[in-house]
C-alpha cells in the first residue's frame, strides 16, 4: 500500500513554462486535494475534487488547473509558470471530506 | 482575523516535559478538528483527530477540545527530541463559501530540548 504518491520530487521551471504535477493514491478514496505550502502562510488549498469527476476552486486557484483522471489520479497543471508560484506542492486524499493523507510532496521552483 | 491560530513559535521544552500547543478557531459551527505533525522537509502526518467537547488521549498525545471558547489543543506527555517538528492545527468548517473544507493553522514549531 504505497499511500498518496506524487511526481516528481523537485522540478526546476523557467518562467512562461508549464508542467503537470502527477498524484494518485490507492487508498480507494473518494476526495482529493491540491495544496501549497509557503513559509509562514501554511497550507492553502489550491483545488479539490470531492468524487470523480468533479473538481472545485479552493483558497488559492488562480493560474492552476486540475483534471480528475479517475478514482485514484488528480493532476495539478500549471499553464504558464510564474515565481510567485515557486512553492512546496502537497497532494491529499481521504474517503470522506474529514481525515486527509498526505503525499510526500514537489519541491517546485521557478526561475 | 485569521481561521485557524496557532503561535509560530518555537515553543521549546526540555526532555521529559509536557509540551503544549493551542489552536483557536474562528468558525462556531466547526465539527471536526486535526492535528498534523510536520518534520522539516517531509509532509504532514495525522496525529489525532478530536470531534466532541473534552479530552481524547493516544498514547503520550491528549487533544482537548472546548467548542464555547474555539479553541483545541495537544498535549504531547514525556516530549522527546524526536517530538522536534512542526505542529499543524486543521478545522473542517465552512469557510469561505465552500463547506467541508480542511482549513490549516500556519503550524507551531516545538522544539525538544536533550
Known amino acids: 500500500n504505497a499511500g498518496v504518491t506524487q511526481t516528481p520530487k523537485f522540478q526546476v521551471l523557467k518562467t512562461g513554462q508549464s508542467m503537470t504535477l502527477q498524484c494518485a493514491q490507492d487508498m480507494n478514496h473518494n476526495s482529493m486535494y491540491w495544496y501549497r505550502q509557503d513559509p509562514g502562510m501554511g497550507l492553502r488549498l489550491i483545488y479539490y475534487?470531492?468524487?470523480?469527476?468533479?473538481?472545485d476552486k479552493g483558497e488559492v486557484p488562480n493560474g492552476y488547473n486540475v483534471s480528475r483522471l479517475n478514482k485514484r489520479e488528480f493532476s495539478l497543471r500549471l499553464e504558464s509558470a510564474a515565481p510567485s508560484q515557486t512553492s512546496v506542492y502537497f497532494c491529499?486524499?481521504?474517503?470522506?471530506?474529514?481525515?486527509?493523507?498526505f503525499g510526500p510532496g514537489t519541491r517546485l521552483t521557478v526561475l | 482575523q485569521k481561521e485557524v491560530e496557532q503561535n509560530s513559535g518555537p515553543l521549546s521544552v526540555p526532555e521529559g516535559a509536557i509540551a503544549s500547543l493551542n489552536c483557536t478557531y474562528s468558525d462556531r459551527g466547526s465539527q471536526s478538528f486535526f492535528w498534523y505533525r510536520q518534520y522539516s522537509g517531509k509532509s504532514p502526518e495525522l496525529i489525532m483527530f478530536i470531534y466532541s467537547n473534552g479530552d481524547k488521549e493516544d498514547g503520550r498525545f491528549t487533544a482537548q477540545l472546548n467548542k464555547a471558547s474555539q479553541y483545541v489543543s495537544l498535549l504531547i506527555r514525556d516530549s522527546q527530541p524526536s517530538d522536534s517538528a512542526t505542529y499543524l492545527c486543521?478545522?473542517?468548517?465552512?469557510?469561505?463559501?465552500?463547506?467541508?473544507?480542511?482549513?490549516f493553522g500556519t503550524g507551531t514549531l516545538l522544539a525538544v530540548q536533550p
Open positions: 475534487s470531492a468524487s470523480e469527476g468533479t473538481t
Open positions: 491529499a486524499s481521504s474517503f470522506d471530506t474529514d481525515t486527509q493523507y
Open positions: 486543521a478545522v473542517k468548517g465552512d469557510y469561505g463559501g465552500a463547506t467541508n473544507k480542511l482549513i
